[in-house]
């Protein structure tokens, strides 16, 4: 029996991929059952990958809250917890932490609350570091640091022309693509089911890609998305030219640009 058990646990990837209410991570399997007797020890180690619900990808789905998984996940690889400024959702957190059965996380998030001043509703930043004791060093692989952080360029060029009336509205055209350079994993984490892996498929989550870009054209949307995933701009540059539309220096004048904004975690 046992060796049946421990040869299904052996097909899970050693990579796996999860899609948490819409928001995918990539992390690794000895993660997930980094805490003895948690649910995601549980279904990782317990249970074998055809047991478990998937999306129509084939990643492993869970249906809860994305944006508060991050928090998990970083719980899961490092035994510790920096919640930012500012944060207003520690009880959801909590909530989340006892759905994923993780009574150690739960216990310490209620603790900051008791020990605390700080009130969700007062506006006053918040930052707790929150340590878990579930596991010693030597009984966890080390993890590098700033495991989970890294840089992502946001690339967009557009054009626009401008008439040779000046009283006339300018006629702007865009190029409907949004190019991302990162690595794999923070690409696939941040922008999940829009982005368009087609240029460069099937690269390892550790690799880079220069050749990934969005499904959508509103660069709205994926700042949006980084600013959920912690991310922040760092970084901004932008080239033009201008040209006519024919050798004519009479005619419209065509005008391109391509910006691109650096973003780090």
Known sequence: MDMNTGAQSSTFPEIVELNVGGQVYVTRLETLTAVPNSLLWAKFSQSSP???????????????????FRYILDYLRDSELFLPEYFKERRRLQKEADFFQLPELSRRLAAVSKDSSYTEDSGEPEEAELSSPVTSSSDRTPVSPGANSGYITVGYRGSYTIGRDIQADAKFRRVARITVCSKISLAKEVFGETLNESRDPDRPPDKYTSRYYLKY??????????????????????????????????????????TEYVFCR
């Open 50 to 68: 055809g047991e478990l619900p998937k999306d129509s990808k084939g990643r492993f789905f869970f249906d809860r809250d994305g944006c508060l």
């Open 217 to 258: 054209n509103f660069l709205e949307q994926a700042f949006d998305r980084l600013a959920e995933a912690g991310f922040r701009m760092v970084a901004c540059n932008s080239t033009g030219t201008c040209s006519y539309g024919s050798n004519d220096p009479g005619e419209d004048k065509l005008w391109t640009s391509y």
